[in-house]
């Protein structure tokens, strides 16, 4: 039991969950990119709101940053760095993996840790994919990842959506088996998986974050982390600095993707300090130090 800098009793269950941001440019998410014309870039002042909230609560945080943001914000990727953040790959374009070869995707795993690398003299640990697009179709991933060095993957969203997911994918970290990856291979080496949360083991229901988060109520979340927990296993759940800055919304794309981008982001600020006042959350590379 620890007390929160606001005051408010902190009392945390014994498991590590883990916090994560995927940093791109609002307007590069896989329903709004091409929609937009003429966007304004609202990283910085996402990114400093977001920084904001962790420092209030004393939380530590993996960023899962696209390479081409970071060549292009340097400054600001050190400086997310330098308060203790994890910074780790998410692409070095944001394409989805449906959209590249394997060897296209090596390339990008490279790009994107080379430019990580620059901007903070630190190789990225682990890897995201823009819209969590490793399924089955996209397996082949694991051998890149492998390849390049990374020593875990938090790709596998373990709830079949229209969109992306893997039915009955393990939920909770596992070692991967590249000839069966959505498997738990009980391996002792070898890359780590950290599937994104869901609601309980028997009832698959993404409350990991994003859209999600911002439709549900926080006591529904709350209960999706405890469920996870109780059984031992850290909820990772997933934000986008963009989604705590309403200044980014726009009335250019069509209703459906202006609802599924933009609902609820007047209140994330708020949910997020209600999780972090309850939860304990660290970063990625943390609970990987923590299996081994
Ligand atoms: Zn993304």
């Known amino acids: 039991m620890k007390m929160g800098r606001n005051g408010r009793r902190r009392s945390f269950e014994a498991t590590q969950n883990v916090l994560s941001f995927d940093l791109e440019h609002w307007y590069t998410a896989t329903l709004l990119r091409d929609e937009v014309s003429d966007p304004i870039d609202r990283i910085e002042t996402s990114v400093e709101i977001v920084l904001d909230l962790l420092r209030r609560f004393e939380t530590r945080a993996t960023f899962f940053s696209v390479g081409e943001v970071v060549e292009e914000y340097p400054e600001l990727i050190r400086a997310v760095a330098e308060e203790g953040h994890e910074i780790a790959s998410h692409g070095h374009t944001h394409t989805p993996l449906f959209e590249l070869s394997p060897e296209a995707f090596r390339e990008e795993l490279e790009l994107s840790a080379t ?111 405890r469920n996870l927990n109780r059984r031992g296993i850290p909820a990772m759940l997933y934000f986008h600095p963009w989604e705590f800055n309403p200044a980014v919304r726009t009335d250019e794309p069509p209703p459906h993707k202006r609802f599924v981008s933009f609902h609820g982001i007047e209140r994330t600020r708020e949910k997020l300090a209600e999780l972090l006042s309850t939860f304990e959350f660290t970063t990625s590379e943390r609970l990987v130090e923590a299996y081994g």
């Not at 390049?148 to 596998?156: K, N």
């Not at 970290?173 to 080496?189: C, I, K, M, Q, S």
């Open 115 to 225: 430019a990580i690398e620059d901007a903070t003299g630190v190789r990225p640990d682990g890897f995201r994919a823009p819209n969590f697009s490793v399924t089955p179709r996209t397996q082949w991933a694991f051998d890149a990842l492998e390849a390049i060095g990374h020593r875990y993957d938090s790709s596998v969203f373990p709830v079949r959506t229209p969109m992306y997911g893997v039915r009955g994918a393990p939920i909770r970290p596992y070692r991967v088996d590249p000839r069966g990856p959505f498997e738990d291979a009980n391996g002792a080496n070898g890359l780590l998986e950290l599937p994104l949360a869901v609601f309980h083991p028997w009832v698959r229901l993404p409350t990991a974050g994003g859209f999600y988060a911002r439709l549900l109520p926080t006591a529904i979340i709350k209960r999706g982390v």
